[in-house]
């Protein structure tokens, strides 16, 4: 049992993907994801979602990114984190 009312995991899975995809446009396309859920967000939680590119590198012809991305709260603990692999369209095409 939660003490307070708590925001569902999905939610803060969401939070991730949106930034991801406002990230990489809409010419590109997420190959994979691989979401955890760390700590529970209490409602009035604030979060900073945060990335980095891992790496870049292309395979079978594709050109890919790895990014990690996670969600912070107030505290600056993660409660979210998030591997994502993007295909990214090349602008000589």
């Given at each position: ?6 925001v569902p ?8 993907v949106h930034i991801?995809?406002?990230w990489m446009g809409?010419d590109?396309?997420?190959r994979?994801?691989?979401s ?12 900073w979602v945060?990335?980095r590119?891992?790496?870049k590198f292309?395979?079978n012809?594709e ?6 991305v ?12 998030s591997a ?7 602008k000589?095409?």
């Open positions: 049992d939660a003490p307070l009312a708590n995991g999905i939610h803060s899975e969401m939070m991730l991801v995809t406002d809409d590109a396309f997420v994979s994801i691989d955890q859920d760390r700590r529970m967000v209490y409602l009035g939680d604030m979060t945060k990335g590119v891992k790496r292309e395979e012809g050109r890919l990114v790895e990014l990690d996670w969600g912070e709260d107030q505290d600056g603990q993660v409660h979210t984190k994502y692999i993007v295909k990214l369209i090349s000589a095409e």
